[in-house]
């Protein structure tokens, strides 16, 4: 296993290229499953989660080709609709094959995701919506088992919870649907809508995209014709590495970034006193000779701010003067990196949902461990202006969906090392 050495308090100089986003690459891979032809995905990321969801539609029979910067996926060749416990324990987002495979081929059987670090996350609401389109759903030895031997029907669905994978779940067993599916509370995020943008360019008429409300009219079982895209940028990984270049007090430049997903994001850096010059495609962040001030954040769906930057930012607000307070809302158990950051010298108090954070802390180096894929990168902030040397432990987490992080950072001058353990 590998550990990240890192050697705190340098500052960095220069500019970061985004990959494209592992959240976007997720769906439009498994809506691979709906065309006819070879459909060929363009900037995909290389992070973990890609190479395991390409590898479940490889051991269904599909044929998924690297060449150069894009992947070519042929899913004609799909022989078997069962997605095996071993791939989907590593990759619970594995439950995006489950809407494709059972709209194409009338049954599949998925093993249920279970849950992970930060929550329970259970798909009650993927699988209710299913059923509403006509699907028999059963669970049997750890495996969602579904069958819809005529095929899905469209109906009006609406969401008790806003759910990312859910709306794109549904989005991609509606594409193929016999009639109208409507979907009331659906999620905003720009990966569901890049999803959404891809089925409309591939003839399914989609209405409402980008808002809570979409209908979607079925192609009454007919496989699409799906043409080359591009995966938008990471949003997550952009604000990331803002986030390093405000924690260190950097002039940095963000290229290949799409600014516009990034609203509230950026609201909060300039709230904290951070200058920001906002370009077409790159952000810059500059140095600011003041103490940065301190932050009130509340996670919440799109466009709202993001809980996936929350991690990021707590270890962000242990270098404010004075008192933050985060509240998380999506996810029950997202602050384990708060121990970890403790560990380090942070002054930070839990009270169930909402953390506060007393700052300004001197953090130094410790031996630390990554415990989830943004709690990991959290920690990647802080030792970027501890003092003395952290080694950050089980960062296969942040191989999941960072991109040759420790590359990027070293090539805007950290000093981190990707090291292997002792055995
Ligand atoms: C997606 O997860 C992202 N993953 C997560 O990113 C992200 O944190 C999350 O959306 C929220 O933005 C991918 O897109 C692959 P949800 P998802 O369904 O779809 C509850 C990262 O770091 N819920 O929107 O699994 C659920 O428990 C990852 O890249 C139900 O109750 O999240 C949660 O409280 C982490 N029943 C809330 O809804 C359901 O059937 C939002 O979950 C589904 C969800």
Excluded: W
Excluded at 28 to 47: E, F, H, Y
């Amino acid at each position: 296993m590998d550990y990240l050495h890192i050697k705190g308090s340098s500052k960095l100089k220069g500019s970061i290229e985004i990959s494209g986003a592992k959240n976007a690459s997720l769906p439009l891979i498994a809506m691979s499953i709906l065309a006819k032809n070879t459909v060929i995905i363009k900037n995909l990321p290389s992070v973990a989660d890609i190479k395991t969801l390409l590898k479940l539609l490889t051991n269904l029979g599909a044929k998924c080709n690297f060449e150069d910067e894009h992947v070519a996926v042929d899913t004609s060749s799909i022989n078997e609709t069962k997605a095996t416990y071993d791939i989907v324990k590593t990759m619970r987002a594995s439950i995006l094959v489950l809407g494709p495979l059972l709209t194409r081929f009338g049954h599949c059987e998925v093993s249920l995701p279970g849950g992970c670090a930060i929550g329970q996350r259970p798909i009650d609401l993927h699988l209710k919506a299913l059923e509403q389109m006509g699907a028999e759903i059963d669970i049997r030895a750890g495996y969602i088992e579904a069958r819809a031997p005529q095929g899905l029907h469209g109906c009006e669905i609406i969401f008790d919870k806003i759910t990312v994978t859910g709306t794109a779940n549904i989005v991609m067993a509606a594409a193929l649907a016999h009639g109208e599916t409507s979907i009331i509370n659906a999620a905003r995020e720009p990966e569901v809508v890049q999803l959404c943008e891809v089925l409309a360019n591939s003839g399914v008429e989609i209405e409402g995209i980008g808002t809570a409300v979409l209908k979607i009219k079925g192609s009454d079982g007919k496989l699409l014709e799906i043409d080359e895209f591009e995966i938008i940028p990471d949003r997550i990984e952009a604000g990331t590495y803002l986030c390093a270049g405000a924690i260190t007090n950097s002039e940095l430049t963000i290229n290949k970034a799409e600014p516009k997903h990034l609203d509230s994001v950026l609201a909060k850096l300039e709230e904290m006193g951070f200058c920001l010059t906002i370009e077409d495609k790159s952000i810059t962040i500059h140095p600011i000779d003041k103490p940065i001030k301190p932050v009130k954040i509340v996670t919440q769906e799109y466009p709202a701010f993001p809980t996936d930057m929350q991690a990021q930012f707590m270890a962000l607000a242990t270098q404010a003067e004075g008192v933050s307070i985060i509240e998380e809302r999506l996810f029950e158990n997202r602050f384990m990196h708060v121990s970890e950051l403790q560990r380090m010298g942070a002054d930070i108090s839990l009270n169930g949902h909402t953390a506060t954070i007393n700052g300004k802390s001197k953090l130094t180096g410790a031996d630390v461990m990554a415990t989830d894929l943004r709690a990991s990168s959290a920690l990647v902030l802080a030792a970027l202006i501890a003092e003395g040397e952290t080694d950050i432990h089980r960062i296969y987490h942040l191989d999941r969906g960072y991109d040759a992080l420790e590359k990027k950072l070293k090539a805007v001058g950290a000093q981190v090392e990707r090291l292997k353990e002792k055995a």
